[in-house]
């Protein structure tokens, strides 16, 4: 009997182990065929191993059986995989949507996000220079992303030369064209001004500091037009000056936004208008930008159209709230978040101080105001309620885009950009 038993209780002892080394060995087999793949299986024997895997190792009971007929047919595993990809999709959808901002205040990005080529639709006088050749060029080095592609209309008698995508004035219709050209994902980014503080410190910068960029290909006058509206600026009565400049039929900065959302045909090229290496022009089928479109005829559709364009951008800011577009913008470009903040906070500034915006009083009398250092002042402070409206009509446009911006940048975004003061 002793022996008997004892004999048994080795047997038991021997198939333990027996049931131990399969369970081990089932194991190890899985584990190689997962880090294999499971191409190879049909999804129902891939389950069938995974359940079988967490039974032998005690993490889960033994499956129930499916219902009879469930396991071959096609249109039931069809209904089972369309149920939870749509699960899948709303939780993919939900997620992306209420992390976007999280994701966009810790620097966080996906890989698919990420940006082989950037180029920057840069409209003049909207923080263009601080946000293009302050933070994107450094950025683009960090992150070693295309930022520069060669080009056969240069300067100086040069066959090629490289065009900055972060330095020159790009249309969408250029900024279309560099960010196909390049090999991975194109990415096109813009900011937006409000209209008053954009068009004043465009005319004063032209008119006190940077005459030279009036003549400039890539500030979009017509040949025709250089010599008048050249003269309009040197007008001595401030008033008279701007007023002819706000109202000349030829001038590209009415709606200059709107335009460059647009997209236009640039002007012709010529060798003694390049501002740069490269030439920002048309050697054939050149435009008339100021004379694009028909800003009054064509209001709605135009600005629709602008909206839409808008929309496909990948990322867009507004100046009214810098530091708030940098955070957005900065993980959707793959770039880090806190070095760009960083470099927003060093590089942004007024480009003209209190002597040049008291300036703008001249244009009609306004109430004295305390001036209080970069980025507290405004242009629209310096004049009174009548000019301001004066400006806003005559680019209706700009200011329609501008409410829709900050309307899509809440949509997409989760923030608000408030009005100016």
């Known amino acids: 009997m002793v022996r008997r038993a004892r004999a048994a209780r080795a047997e038991a002892h021997g198939f333990d182990n027996y049931k131990f080394c399969c369970s081990c060995c089932f194991l190890c087999s899985f584990s190689l065929l997962a880090s294999i793949g499971h191409s190879s299986l049909s999804e129902s024997d891939f389950q069938k191993l995974q359940f079988k895997m967490q039974w032998l190792s005690g993490t889960r009971a033994a499956p129930e059986p499916l219902p009879k007929g469930m396991e071959t047919s096609t249109e039931a595993r069809s209904t089972l995989a369309t149920t939870a990809g749509q699960t899948t999709a709303v939780q993919t959808t939900t997620a992306v949507q209420t992390s976007a901002v999280g994701q ?31 933070i994107m060029q450094q950025m683009c080095g ?59 410190s465009e005319y004063f910068m032209l008119r006190l500091k940077h005459r030279q960029f009036l003549s400039f290909d890539q500030w979009d006058v017509h040949a025709n ?8 600026l040197n007008i001595e009565d401030l008033s008279e000056s701007f007023q ?5 039929p030829r001038n590209p900065s009415r709606n200059r936004q709107t335009l ?13 208008r390049c501002g740069g290496n490269a030439c920002i022009c048309e050697p054939e089928k050149s435009g008339y930008p100021a004379l694009a479109y028909d800003w009054d005829k064509n209001f709605t559709g135009l600005l629709e159209l602008a909206k839409e364009h808008l929309r496909s951008l990948d990322a867009f800011g507004i100046v009214d709230c810098f530091k708030s577009s940098i955070e957005v913008m900065a993980p959707l470009l793959g770039w880090d978040l806190k070095t760009a903040l960083e470099l927003a906070h060093e590089k942004q500034d007024l480009h003209v101080w209190k002597h040049t915006m008291e300036k703008a009083r001249q244009i009609r009398a306004s ?12 242009w629209r402070e310096f004049l009174s309620k009548d000019v301001q409206k004066e400006i806003l009509a005559v680019n209706s446009l700009d200011h329609e885009l501008l409410q829709f911006a900050k309307q899509e940048f809440q949509s997409r975004y989760g923030q608000s950009c408030e009005e100016v003061p």
Request: proline content about 2%; glycine content about 8%.
């Open 244 to 248: 002819k400049y706000l109202h000349h």
């Open 104 to 134: 966009a205040k810790m620097g966080q990005t996906t890989p698919a996000q990420n940006c082989s080529t950037i180029a920057f639709l840069r409209i003049q006088k909207t923080a263009s220079t601080t946000f293009g050749q302050q």
């Open 367 to 378: 109430r004295r105001l305390s001036f209080t250092g970069p980025s507290r002042n405004f």
């Open 142 to 200: 960090r992150h070693r992303q295309t930022c520069k592609l060669g080009w056969d209309r240069c300067n100086f008698g040069k066959q090629r030369c490289a065009v900055e995508l972060y330095q020159y004035h790009l249309e969408y219709n250029y900024a279309r064209q560099f960010t196909q050209s390049g090999k991975g994902r194109g990415c096109i980014v813009t900011i937006l001004r409000e209209p008053i503080e954009r068009t004043l």
């Open 225 to 232: 037009d250089l010599s008048e509206i050249d003269r309009i």
């Open 260 to 272: 460059y959302l647009l997209g236009f045909q640039r002007v012709e090229c010529n060798k003694t």
